[in-house]
């Protein structure tokens, strides 16, 4: 076993118990914590697959962006586990089939490579091929079209998000940051001039 | 005696060798740099103590010299005490989240032409990666510390972290489409040819955005909401004695002389020496890029104390504004111009 087999095995070992822990684990704040372990891990799988800019991508946007707010979310919660139990068995079947779908579509993935002969795995690329520069040519040339519809909707999703909670409440006492700065010394303050002692008069 | 010991260094085999050389850089590397951060904290305390005219610590060793010593060694004696209700084992792991980026991101600073750890091809990436893992411990410490002060302290800290590490993003993009490439010593390269040449011209508004949300980020005054010692006691780490409280002091340096650092390879030439160019330079040339580097990191340091000696500490929903409405949009509009600067090749910096 190479050294390099060691760490995929290593890491997806990470991965699998992580993912698992996600869901069967009691406190909503370790899921999430195992959740960002899991996206971790992925990203050091990928770094094997010279995928580095995917790679740390995931570990920026993922775990240093989304899963903050997650976390941010869930430790304000005060989530009472018996009342979430309550509907298990009554939400089971449901359940069990987005579960089946889901292992059915991953097994018809995983299915091309055990049931069919082999390919010739990818060659290594050497050390001055640009990972990142080849997505660039890609994502801007072939895929501009789908890339920038993405764009525009994510877009839209910002501007409604935004409009949702713009609220004109009358009545608010609302500070204007551009007056604030815009104050100058003889708004607020008035220089007296005193003597420091008084005159005998 | 050398050459006898240089034979039986290349006689070891070269799986043996490798590991052993990396492992030597990276002591070179992170010896230096907490000899830093303790001397970090003795200059944070004289620098502003002359700022507000008193004379700072000047009775350990002389002059004062031996002070970090003591204090560190103070540190390692005192005991670590778990609060009843806190979750233990992430109270304990909080600290090591918090350090392990704020040192892991050194393996790709260039500290001269080819001075480099791992010369990594997304190496500005991988920084910005790194930096944005640091806010779990912060968040981590204050969930699992069971205290409400610690929690407020992350949450504040969440927030802020999100906010700046968007603003900072963007200005790394501005760096990284001037400087051509990801690599940061392929960036220090394309500002060679004196002080007009680095980027803190052509980039001005995002060189300033960059240094002030990197202080927004390592939660030093006036944006040290996380900790307000005023409001909330000392923030996330309120509940931390000892050498689980030192870890996080030294993370908040060693993320300090990391900001730095970078704000001095990304704007100003890292290891390329200021008078380049000129006829001053003949003169110069004896000195070694890294000292140039780390004057400029040190002269980025100082403002970190001279901010914190002058500026109060902002109100959260200033800090949430400037963040969000003022830095991002700034950051937006200039890399569209810098866009139309690259296509028109503007002279001389996008040749």
Redesign the interface.
């Known amino acids: 076993m190479t050294f390099e087999l060691f760490i995929f095995y290593l890491f997806a070992a990470v991965l699998v118990f992580a993912a698992l822990r996600v869901v069967t684990v009691r406190n909503p704040v370790h899921a999430v914590l195992f959740l960002v372990l899991a996206f971790f891990s992925s990203a050091a799988l990928w770094l094997l697959l010279e995928a580095e800019f995917l790679a740390l991508v995931l570990v920026l946007v993922y775990v240093g962006a989304v899963m903050v707010l997650f976390l941010f979310v869930v430790m304000m919660l005060d989530i009472n586990v018996a009342v979430l139990r309550e509907g298990f068995t009554r939400y089971l079947p449901v359940g069990l089939l987005v579960g089946l779908a889901i292992v059915a579509e991953m097994g018809l993935v995983l299915v091309r490579y055990f049931v069919l002969p082999p390919g010739s795995a990818p060659k290594p690329v050497g050390p001055d091929f640009s990972n990142t520069r080849m997505l660039g040519d890609l994502l801007y040339t072939h895929y501009v079209y789908p890339f920038e519809i993405a764009a525009a909707i994510l877009l839209v999703a910002i501007v409604a998000a935004i409009a949702l909670t713009l609220r004109r409440r009358p009545g608010t006492k609302h500070q204007d940051p551009a007056a604030q700065i815009a104050v100058r010394r003889r708004d607020r303050v008035r220089l007296v001039r005193m003597d420091a002692e008084k005159k005998p008069e | 005696m050398t050459a006898t010991l240089l034979e039986f260094w290349n006689g070891l085999p070269e799986d043996f060798r490798i590991p052993v050389l990396i492992l030597l850089k990276i002591v070179a590397i992170l010896v230096p740099l907490m000899l830093s951060v303790a001397y970090l904290t003795f200059a944070e305390r004289k620098i502003i103590g002359y700022m507000q005219i008193r004379i700072g610590p000047q009775r350990v060793g002389p002059r004062g010299w031996l002070q970090p010593i003591a204090d560190a060694l103070k540190l390692l004696l005192k005991e670590i005490i778990v609060p009843a209700n806190a979750n233990r084992f992430?109270f304990l792991l909080a600290p090591v989240l918090s350090i392990g980026p704020a040192l892991a991101a050194w393996s790709v600073m260039p500290f001269g032409h080819g001075m480099v750890l791992a010369n990594?091809?997304?190496g500005l990436?991988?920084l910005?990666?790194?930096t944005?893992?640091g806010?779990?411990g912060v968040?981590?410490a204050g969930?699992a510390s069971n205290s409400k002060y610690a929690?407020l302290g992350?949450?504040r800290s969440?927030?802020q972290?999100?906010a700046y590490?968007i603003a900072m993003?963007f200005a790394l993009v501005g760096a990284l489409m001037a400087g051509g490439s990801?690599n940061l010593g392929k960036i220090v390269l394309a500002q060679q040819g004196g002080v007009l040449h680095w980027f803190w011209l052509p980039l001005l508004p995002l060189f300033f955005i960059y240094f002030i949300s990197g202080v927004a980020e390592t939660n030093r005054a006036p944006f040290d909401v996380a900790e307000g010692e005023s409001e909330i006691v000392a923030g996330f780490h309120v509940e931390y004695s000892g050498m689980a409280f030192a870890v996080f002091f030294l993370a908040e340096y060693a993320n300090m002389i990391l900001i730095s650092t970078l704000a001095a390879v990304l704007f100003l030439g890292g290891w390329l020496s200021p008078f380049e160019g000129t006829g001053w330079q003949a003169y110069v040339n004896w000195v070694p890029g890294t000292v140039w580097l780390l004057l400029k990191a040190a002269g980025f340091l100082f403002l970190f104390l001279w901010f914190r000696a002058t500026f109060p500490r902002y109100r959260y929903d200033?800090i949430m504004?400037l963040g969000w409405k003022v830095f991002i949009p700034i950051t937006i509009v200039w890399l569209f111009l810098e866009g139309f600067a690259i296509l028109f090749h503007l002279q001389p910096w996008f040749a």
């Open positions: 992430l990594v091809d997304a990436l991988f910005l990666a790194l944005s893992m806010v779990y968040i981590i969930w929690f992350a949450m969440a927030a972290m999100v590490e993003g990801l200033q504004r």
